[in-house]
């Protein structure tokens, strides 16, 4: 009787650690499970310096964006031809050029003397993928916004960028556009 | 389906051996069910550290560390199989032993490794078969080897 109390308490106690070492351990593997994982890596798709770009601009961190200060002339179109590539060394993805920030910014007496900053992404080809277009009106700014386009893989792209100043405006003004490039997989 | 489902599976396993040894006691070494949870807690330990240092870890390694958990626990369920029919003596007892625990334990495992590595599988199926036979083969023997030959040479018969 005592043999076969003493094998049911023994029992009971393996079943109660079983049960608890088993719920805990699915727990975790499922906590496991929902846990997602990021890992920094180097981007596949990256701004490179072009035939046309200045030295006093500057590539961001990881070439995910850059710093351009174009220059604009009076009552007359600038071209630059090709001051920046945009290479995809990864798979194909979706892009699509973003504005960070333009200054001087939006409320400021200086916006008025440029009338517009384009940049125009072109393929491998020199067909137009899309473009940011920065237009003035007064002192604001319109910024502007670009859907995503296939980029193949290992395709290198071209931003060319066109500028206007309006007819009076003063030689001493300058602006800086940051833009970054947004993927998608 | 993570790698540490295996290692999930392993604790699961360790955790039904061990209340099947306690309920027979009396042909087991008295400690076996304790060791055996203890066994299921180094699984639990197991997936916790593969939490913690998820980011560490690459896939390819969690995966050899929690199957070599797996196997390590089947290599237990089929040494206490082979234990019961070779050193026991017990025939009738072993054969229901490998058709609710060892068969079962082994099909489900195959079942989901080969699921795991199934687009692998065709390149690296015979060394995952020879590494997997060579692990349970040599804890079947490392365990219970010596009682293991004296059973086999005919030794003392318990039932």
Known sequence: MNRMFNRSTKMFILTLLSVAIVSVSALTYF????????????????????????????????????????SAY????????????????????????????????????????????????????GAIQGSLNFTTTGDTWSTPSMSFQTMDASDEWYISIQTKAAAGATGSTSVNIKIAVDVQE | ?????????????????????????DDFPKGMPYLLQAAAIGGY?????????????ADYMRFWYCFLYLAVALGFIVALNVY????????TLAKIFSGAIAFPAIGVSAFFVSTYIGPLLELYILQVAMLFTAIVLAL???????????GLRGGEKHE
């Open chain 1, 31 to 70: 906590s496991l499970e929902m846990q997602s994982v990021v890992s920094v890596t180097g981007a596949a798709v990256e701004f490179s310096q072009g035939d046309d770009w200045d030295g006093a601009w500057t590539l961001g961190t990881n070439n995910t964006w850059c710093d351009i200060a174009p």
């Open chain 1, 74 to 125: 009076p009552n007359a179109t600038l071209t630059y031809d090709e001051p920046v590539n945009l290479t995809n060394s990864g798979a194909a993805v979706q892009i699509r050029l973003r504005t960070i920030s333009i200054t001087p910014a939006s409320g400021q007496p200086q916006v008025s003397n440029f009338t517009f900053i384009n940049f125009v992404l072109h393929d491998e080809t």
């Open chain 2, 1 to 25: 389906m993570l790698p540490e489902f295996f290692a999930f599976l392993g604790v699961d396993f360790f955790v039904v051996t061990s209340l099947s040894t306690c309920l027979l006691e």
């Open chain 2, 45 to 57: 330990v197991h997936i916790l550290i593969s939490k913690e240092f998820l980011a560490v870890f």
């Open chain 2, 84 to 91: 019961l029919a070779a050193v026991k003596k017990k025939w």
């Open chain 2, 140 to 150: 079947s023997l490392t365990v219970f080897s010596p009682k293991l030959l004296h």
